[in-house]
């Protein structure tokens, strides 16, 4: 009945993203963005570590400084500690008690996404950030019809509330890389249903001006480097270990491959799972690696 604890998979890169139906463009004059649900509550799921969790915090933290600069409006929501029975209701049936006074400091934003004193913090009560909010309101205020949808959980609320701001004539946006879920395949069903149905999907390096990552440093691992993280992962000697031989059969695991994704990722080295699960040895990784930072590098 409650949220389940969430494994670590790739945020989707442009390449990921399904067709839209229709092409919106973002425009700053016109968009507020909304940050949905980065509570510290909703996050925990994720366990400490977790690439998944540090990724999205990141590319959140980007976004919101390129709103910011943007003159963009930015919006949170926040479930509130006290929730009585009739507040949460059907809640109460799906997801049992949710955020409570036992553990009020749960309620905070993700501390590198902490509001700041010209944002708009809304208190959460249903999936959509619309329901018992003043946010249409104050989008008209604004004279603003566009809405940026970041946050957790993509398939839930995120995509709850893209279906409403289209019911209600605003152009919703979701960023695919500012998203996380579940799962991969809960994060795509949620991505392929704003795309076809009621909005657009795109990542960050699509939004006008926002800039780009910072260039990774020359060769930032080398093959010894690479050895050694993996050989800490599997707890193996050197001497003992054959660069050929298949990395689970030493008991390297999906979860730590998704560590070492999100770690290389940090450093600008972007692999897929799917790649490293193909030909899963070190040899075949380092080539890999290699040949990734080569690439940037040119």
Same mark, same amino acid.
């Given at each position: 009945?409650?949220?389940?604890?969430?494994?670590?998979?790739? !945020?989707?890169?442009?390449? /990921?993203?399904?067709?839209? +139906?229709?092409?919106?463009?973002?425009?700053?004059?016109?968009?507020? !963005?909304?940050?949905?649900?980065?509570?510290?509550?909703?996050?925990?799921?994720?366990?400490?570590?977790?690439?998944?969790?540090?990724?999205?915090?990141?590319?959140?933290?980007?976004?919101?400084?390129?709103?910011?600069?943007?003159?963009?409006?930015?919006?949170?929501?926040?479930?509130?500690?006290?929730?009585?029975?009739?507040?949460?209701? !059907?809640?109460?049936?799906?997801?049992?008690?949710?955020?409570?006074?036992?553990?009020?400091?749960?309620?905070?934003?993700?501390?590198?996404?902490?509001?700041?004193?010209? /944002?708009?913090?809304?208190? +959460?009560?249903?999936?959509?950030?619309?329901?018992?909010?003043?946010?249409?309101?104050?989008?008209?205020?604004?004279?603003?019809?566009?809405?940026?949808?970041?946050?957790?959980?993509?398939?839930?609320?995120?995509?709850?509330?893209?279906?409403?701001?289209?019911?209600?004539?605003?152009?919703?946006?979701?960023?695919?890389?500012?998203?996380?879920?579940?799962?991969?395949?809960?994060?795509?069903?949620?991505?392929?249903?704003?795309?076809?149905?009621?909005?657009?999907? !795109?990542?960050?390096?699509?939004?006008?001006?926002?800039?780009?990552?910072?260039?990774?440093?020359?060769?930032?691992?080398?093959?010894?480097?690479?050895?050694?993280?993996?050989?800490?992962?599997?707890?193996?000697?050197?001497?003992?270990?054959?660069?050929?031989?298949?990395?689970?059969?030493?008991?390297? /695991?999906?979860?730590?491959?998704?560590?070492?994704?999100?770690?290389?990722?940090?450093?600008?080295?972007?692999?897929?799972?799917?790649?490293?699960?193909?030909?899963?040895?070190?040899?075949?990784?380092?080539?890999?690696?290699?040949?990734?930072?080569?690439?940037?590098?040119?």
């Amino acid at each position: 009945m409650s949220i389940p604890s969430i494994t670590s998979y790739p !945020l989707p890169q442009a390449g /990921d993203l399904p067709d839209n +139906k229709v092409s919106w463009q973002v425009m700053p004059e016109r968009a507020v !963005l909304l940050i949905h649900d980065m509570q510290d509550y909703f996050l925990r799921f994720y366990g400490d570590g977790n690439p998944l969790a540090e990724n999205l915090i990141n590319n959140t933290a980007s976004l919101i400084r390129w709103a910011r600069q943007q003159g963009i409006p930015v919006v949170y929501t926040a479930q509130p500690t006290e929730q009585s029975d009739a507040d949460r209701a !059907l809640l109460n049936d799906m997801w049992g008690p949710g955020l409570t006074r036992a553990d009020p400091a749960l309620r905070n934003i993700a501390a590198p996404l902490a509001p700041q004193a010209d /944002d708009t913090v809304l208190v +959460k009560w249903r999936y959509s950030a619309f329901q018992r909010s003043p946010l249409q309101e104050r989008m008209q205020a604004w004279q603003r019809d566009q809405l940026l949808i970041a946050g957790v959980y993509a398939h839930i609320g995120c995509m709850t509330t893209a279906l409403d701001a289209f019911m209600r004539d605003i152009q919703p946006f979701m960023l695919a890389d500012a998203v996380a879920d579940f799962s991969h395949d809960e994060h795509k069903m949620a991505l392929d249903y704003v795309a076809r149905r009621c909005g657009v999907v !795109l990542t960050l390096a699509q939004l006008p001006d926002f800039p780009p990552p910072a260039a990774a440093a020359s060769s930032p691992v080398s093959r010894d480097d690479l050895l050694q993280r993996i050989l800490q992962l599997i707890d193996e000697d050197a001497g003992e270990f054959d660069g050929d031989e298949l990395l689970v059969d030493y008991g390297l /695991d999906s979860v730590q491959v998704m560590q070492l994704i999100g770690e290389w990722e940090k450093l600008g080295i972007n692999v897929q799972f799917e790649e490293l699960a193909r030909h899963a040895t070190f040899n075949a990784w380092w080539d890999l690696i290699n040949q990734r930072q080569s690439a940037g590098a040119a």
